[in-house]
Each structure stands twice: as C-alpha cells, then as structure tokens.
C-alpha cells in the first residue's frame, strides 16, 4: 500500500500487489479510495485504474444525500495496514472494533474478489435470500448470493441477493455493512466471528454504517438504495389467487363465494391460466374471451384485479402474429447470445427471448407492451414472476460457448452447481454488461421498467409485486417469499423471512398465505390466515394439483376464525397504511423484528417467532399444530390484548399465552394509540367508515399516536402535500386530535369511538368536546369504552374523562 493522500471527500492510496495470488489474471495495481460519506457512513471503494470493470448501476438512481466534501466530526476512524494490506475501523465512542481485514488476505483477480473481516459479535441479520432464521448460523455457514428459482429449504440461494448484513453488538450499539456488488457472490460465516466476502467480479464498493442502533442502520442503507415507494392503500388488503382459476366463470365464482361468505376480499387475481397458449400480453379467446368483463365487473365490486406478467416472451407464433415478439425484434431489445442474436431460453409458451431492462429502448417498448395490453384489458397491478430470470433449460437452447463467464475460475456452491443453472448464459450481452454482471439485477430492472410503465399508463399510484429482487426493488415494488410449502415449518419461517426484507427496503412482503406447494390442511390453514393477516402484504396463493384453500371451503369454525383474522386486519389498515407512511417517508420498517426496537435488550436479538407492527403491536401467532397456548416475550413494560385491553406488567420476561383456534394474540404496547375503522368487506367500503381510536395509556397516563390520510391511489401525495396528518395526543385523563394537515380526503369521516385502556378507577363521566356521553367501563381489565360519538375527523376533538 502507498502512501494515503487527501481526496476531495476522504482519502486514496494506490494498492500494488506483493506477491501472486495463484488464481487466474491477478491485477497488480489497484486504487483505494476512502470516502467519508457522513458522520455515520463511511465509503470505501477498490478499483482497477488500467480497466474499466462493471460498477452497479442502480436503476433512476438519486442523487446522493451527503455532500461534496469529508464529512465531519465522524463516528468511526479508519487505519491501514501497509504490508500485507487491511484495515481495521472503530467506533470512535467506544474503540470498539467493527471491522478489522487482516485476519485473511485481501484478494483481487479478474474473477475472484476476497475480502475477509472479523465480527464485533455473533448477532449478525441480513445477507439473503435464504431459508434461515432471523439470526444467521456462523458455524462455518456459506451463503451463496444468486437469484435462482429454487423453491424455498435451508442451504439454497433464492431468488434475491441482498449483500447487507446488521450485527448486534453486545452493549446493545450495532452497525451495518453493505457490499454493492451484483455478480455472484459467496459469504463464508465463521464462529471466530468472522465472514469472508468473495465476489466473481465488479469492484469492491463497501459502506459501513455506524448507526449506532439498529434503526439509524436501516435508515442509513436506504440512504444509499433509495426509500421504498407508498403502495396504493387497496394493496393492503386482501388478495386471492391460484393457479388453476381455468376460466373467466372459474375465477368470477371464487371472487362470488368470498363475498357471499362474508369474507373480505380486495384483489382477484389470475396465473398463468388467462393467457393465450401462456403468451404474456394475450389472453385465451376461448376459456376468457370476457375478460375484459370480468374485470369491469370486479371494478364495479370495488374489487381490483392482478394478473401475472412473466418476462419471457414466446418466439414461435407466426411473424406478424405477436406482437411483443415481432416489435421486440425489430426495436432489438432482446438480450443477445455471444454471436449478437436473441438468446433463447425455455418458460412457460416454450422458446422465449428475454427482454434486456439495462436498454433504455427496452423500457420504451415495455411500457407500449403494457398500454396496449392495459387498453383491452384494465388490470390495476402486475405481478412479475420468473424473473431471476427463470429458464427450463440450462443457458439457451443452444447452450453456452466455452469461455471464462461460462466456466469461471471458481464457481459459489448454487443449486445446480452451474451459474447458468435454470437461467441464461453468463456470455449473454445486455446493453450496460453481460449477463455475469447483471443477473442479480434483473428483477430489479424489470420492476422498474414495470413501475414506470404503470405510471405512465394509469397515472395513478402503480402496484408491483416481484420475486426476484435486489437492493433498491423496494422503490418499485412489493415482494413475496416465492413458491412455500403447506407445512409447518414453512410457516415458521415466513416471519424472519419477511422481518429480513424489512431490513432491506422492501416493507411490503408477504408468504403465499396456506402454502403454495402441496396441501394444506384446515388447522394450518386457519393459523397461516392469522399469521398473514399481519403480513405486510397478504395473498392467499395455491398450486394447480393442490386440494383448494380458498377460506369459504373450510368448515364453521376455520372460516369463523379466517373471518376473525381478516376483519382485525382490516380494522387496522389506517394504522397499516401509516407505517408505510413512515416507511416512504423517513425509512421505518413496518413489520419489525423485535431486536429493532429493543436494542438494548439482549432476549431481542434472535426472536423471530413474534414481530411488531411499528413500534406499538406485537403479534405472537401460533406456529404449531395443536397448541392451545404459546409463549411469548413481553419486552419491559405494560402490554394490553388488543383485543379486550387485559394488561400484562412485564418485567422482560416470557408469559404463557391463550392461542385456541379462534384467537389470535395481539397487544398493544403502553404509550401508543392506534387509529383504526370499523371493516368492510373492501378496502373501498372500509375507508367510507368511523374511525376509532385504541389508546394504551402509560404508567404516567400518556399515549401518542397519529394518521396519514389521503385518496390511496394518486401520485406523491405527500410530496405534493395533497393528505391528511393527524396526531393524537393523551394525558391528563384527556384524548387530543391535531390535524396538523387537512385535504378533502378527510371530510365526511368521523370519530365512533374510542377504547382507553389503563384507566385505573371507573370514571365519573366522560365528555366529548364537552359534552356528556354515554360509556362502558369494564373494571376487570380497566378499559374505558366509548360508542355512537361521531365527531369530525377533519376538526380538533377532544374526549376527557373524570374519575
């Protein structure tokens, strides 16, 4: 290592290589930069000077938040080793170690990028996607980062690669660490604690983020990747699916039984089964010659419809036949094999090209794909399957040419053993790189492509679901965990699954709600329906040959309990809707592993059998068969059950929980107030409802809590200012609203009731705005319940009681 020298935003050194790595093509000079992005992040990068090698690209990408220059007063230091190279950072508070390089060489080859580092402990998050718990195994645990569709078990790479991981520290500080590399990539986790990083290519770009807490950490990451868009409030319900709904009757029957069930139901959706000889952009004349309909009656329902969108577009129909195809070739914007042709693979239709997203060209053409087909057809989302991308035959129907992309130096452990497994060709040539380079990427560049289309179309907020993802897809779209089996296990596994995507930018994520793979039976059934309805993103999704688990085929009972869960979910889509307000907004998470918000609490660090909405809902499923009771951690302080204000004093402690079928358990932790509406069977009927308030009073008798209000659908609203925000307040035996901003969106609606829980003597009387009402007190559990007020949302109310 030379000598480091001022840079405009840090410091850089030219790295020049001692001694032979022994692996092909080592690159002899190199260049370090060390870039101190703000107080709390610190940028380093390592690059070739004689060659310009592939750097991420992360699609409409923001410009930076931080400044031009070095930023100051910083929480971290950073020293180097000369000979052999490393270096070691710490925490400025503490001289805590966060990372220290030299306890491996630092390798850079053509193909092969190592870079080992030690762990300030063993509570390490992050690093999918895999089938793991929310705290990582670092026994010797190699984690293999390539998109693949590879059906969800324990030691597979699926179908997302997320390079960041968030290490708990034993003081209860923590940091985070993001690689932005998007070739494949291998971590070894070692119990030292250690982990190695290798990459096949690129460049060496790591960020570091000093937090100090969990919180900060996600914030400071999105920082980098971009915050993730605010769905549309209909999104938030419930949707139905399965692939196997043959017919357009088939699928009107299904949306039918929901609602003569009484079931609520927001978003019909189809598989594969609509289109023509499974050609996207077309649907079957025959078996759904209505579609167009169909979907028009759905809107007359307040029902949305979703269909699946598969990247692969089918080459065999006659020139002049298809158009995706014909017009695809003309405006070349398929990615192409190494003599310069379309690369062909095999989907769904057969042979299929595969359209380039890094083609500027590409999106113009997808998006007139997608007006056309929008213009017969008025869907209000896609869902975007397949797109690691997905191919039944290894590479191309072709194969691959014999070269170092195709047979690299040293290949990770990915299911198949082959990069090219179940994909395409790394010599494949895209627009901005070749394949090797951008495979990671291609279900973030779809969902963009996909997003913008959608915007451009409907002009109205779009609703985008992949499975492949990469750091950033939270800006574009929802995510869900792929192709789950109906077990037990698999249910488990959904919550740290989606506790993780939190983590990485993507708050709306959710687990095909009974299992996608195999047969459900009742009992699991009824308490995946429970679980799901605290997904972020709820769907119910089956396979073609599995018995059906729509909720109206079960008995009284199951669809009783179903029912039960789904009307809880929707009476608290307005305290939903606004976490993904603070998601959008200021980087929250919005399904939140404990260890977020309990830092400091050491029993946090690896509980992912229970999981909070925010910071004010704690949600313990049932995650066994049979159980009648589970255990569940109470974090220090009063918890009280949602659903009749049952107080539990809990000094960090776990308490043996009532989990009958018919329950689900619930608790609402003291200091919060969460708005909520009475439910309807569609988002669209329930937004129309009164409101009220659950209030969790503290020990000093304080709650706070507040509400993002606007139409649900239209762009940036709060952007454009164009919402509601209102704060409630408690204290002093008084509730308090501050609408703080106003638009129509608010008027007409009104406050029904209100539920204080903690009130610990029965009240005299209760007035609202002064007035004298009408209100129950139950004195076993110290609730205060008031009905039938009907005080305007959209001015200050008061409601106060005496004791």
């Known amino acids: 290592m030379g000598p480091l020298n001022p840079s405009k935003r840090g410091q850089a050194a030219v790295l020049t290589r001692a001694k032979p790595s022994y692996l092909p093509r080592d690159i002899s000079i190199l260049h370090l930069e060390v870039i101190e992005e703000s107080a709390e992040c610190l940028h380093l990068t390592v690059k070739d000077p004689s060659s310009q090698r592939y750097e991420v690209q992360l699609p409409d990408q923001q410009h930076s938040p931080w400044g031009k220059a070095a930023a100051q007063n910083t929480q971290y230091s950073i020293e180097f080793q000369h000979n052999p190279f490393s270096f070691t950072v710490r925490r400025k508070s503490n001289y805590k170690v966060i990372m220290n390089t030299s306890v491996a060489p630092f390798l850079f080859t053509d193909q092969y990028l190592q870079l080992s580092t030690t762990l300030a402990s063993s509570s390490v998050s992050g690093l999918g996607e895999h089938y793991t718990s929310l705290r990582l195994d670092l026994n010797w645990t190699s984690l ?60 060496l770009d790591l960020y570091v983020f000093l937090g100090p807490n969990p919180e900060s950490i996600i914030r400071q990451y999105l920082q980098v990747i971009g915050y993730p868009m605010m769905p549309p409030y209909w999104a938030l319900g419930f949707h139905l699916c399965r692939w196997g709904y043959k017919t357009s009757n088939a699928t009107r029957k299904v949306a039918q039984r929901m609602r003569d069930a009484n079931f609520p139901l927001d978003v019909q959706w189809n598989d594969l089964d ?42 065999t129909s006659p020139p002049g036949s298809y158009a995706p195809y014909d017009d695809g070739l003309k405006r070349d914007v398929f990615i192409k094999n190494s003599t ?60 691959c040419p014999d070269s170092d992309l195709d047979q690299p130096p040293y ?10 497994s179940k994909t395409l060709c790394m010599s494949a040539q895209q627009f901005l790189s070749t394949h090797y380079n951008l495979h990671n990427m291609y279900g973030l560049t779809e969902a963009y492509a996909t997003h913008r289309a959608l915007i451009n ?4 907020r779009p609703f985008v679901l992949s499975r492949s993802s990469y750091p950033g897809i939270g800006r574009f779209s929802g995510v869900w965990t792929g192709d789950v089996t109906s077990n037990w296990e698999q249910l488990r596994f959904s919550i740290p699954t989606v506790l993780l995507f939190g983590l990485y930018g993507v708050p709306l994520v959710g687990a095909d709600v009974c299992g996608f793979e195999g047969n459900t039976t009742e009992e699991l059934c009824v308490r995946w329906m429970q679980l799901g309805a605290f997904y972020p993103f709820m769907r119910n999704h089956n396979d073609r040959p599995n018995i059906p688990q729509e909720p109206y085929v079960f008995g009284k009972k199951a669809q009783a309990a179903m029912r039960s869960a789904l009307n809880l979910r929707y009476s608290l889509l307005p305290f939903l809707y606004t976490l993904f307000h603070h998601a959008h907004t200021s980087a929250q998470t919005v399904a939140r592993a404990l260890f977020v918000e309990f830092p400091f609490d050491p029993n946090c660090k690896a509980i992912d059998r229970q999981f909070l909405w925010g910071s004010a809902l704690l949600i313990s499923p049932a995650l066994e068969q049979g159980v009648v009771e589970i255990p569940a951690y109470l974090p220090s302080g009063t ?31 003291e200091g919060h107030i969460i708005p909520q509406q009475e439910p309807s069977l569609t988002t669209a009927a329930s937004r129309t409802n009164p409101f009220f308030l659950t209030v969790a009073l503290s020990a000093g008798g304080r709650a706070w809590g ?84 009907a005080l305007p949302m959209s001015e200050i109310f008061t409601v106060q009681w005496a004791l």
């Not at 985070?176 to 190695?196: C, D, H, K, R, Y």
């Not at 200012?721 to 609203?737: C, D, E, H, K, L």
Request: glycine letters at 8%.
């Open 144 to 203: 293999t980062l390539w998109n693949q569709d590879t059906k969800p078990r324990a030691g597979a790479n699926l179908y997302g690669s997320h390079p960041f991981y968030i290490v708990q520290e034993a003081d209860g500080f923590a940091y985070g660490v993001f690689m932005l590399n998007s070739n494949a990539m291998e971590v070894i986790l070692q119990p030292t604690p250690a982990l190695t990083w290798v990459a096949l290519g690129g460049i």
């Open 639 to 669: 918890w009280y059950s949602l659903q009749d204000g049952q107080p539990f004093y809990s000094k960090s402690e776990y308490v043996l929980l009532s989990s009958s079928l018919d329950t689900v358990n619930v608790h609402v932790r």
């Open 457 to 460: 179309v409907q002009s109205k």
């Open 706 to 789: 507040d509400l993002f209000w606007d139409d649900g659908e239209s762009l940036d609203t709060f952007e454009k200012n164009s919402y509601s925000y209102v704060i409630f307040t408690a204290g002093q035996a008084r509730i308090v609203s501050d609408p703080v901003r106003l638009n129509k969106d608010l008027d007409g609606l009104v406050l029904g009731g209100v539920r204080v829980f903690g009130v610990w003597a029965p009240p005299r009387y209760v007035l609202a705005n002064g007035e004298k009402v009408n209100f129950t007190y139950h004195i076993d559990t110290k609730a205060l319940v008031v009905n039938k007020l």
């Open 411 to 420: 290949t990770p452990p990915v299911v198949g053993g082959q990069l090219n």
């Open 340 to 399: 310069g042709n379309a690369i062909i693979g095999k989907v769904w239709p057969g042979p299929t090209a595969f359209p380039d997203f890094t083609n500027p060209e590409t999106i113009k053409w997808w998006e007139d794909c997608i007006k056309d087909f929008l213009s017969q057809v008025s869907v209000d989302g896609l869902w975007i399957d397949m797109n690691e991308p997905s191919s039944f035959v290894q590479g191309s129907v072709d194969g």
């Open 274 to 315: 609509y289109a023509h000889g499974r050609r996207v952009f077309t649907f079957d004349p025959v078996r759904f010659g209505d579609l167009p309909q169909m979907v028009q009656e759905f809107h007359e329902q307040n029902l949305k419809y979703v269909l699946i969108l598969d990247p692969g577009i089918s080459t």
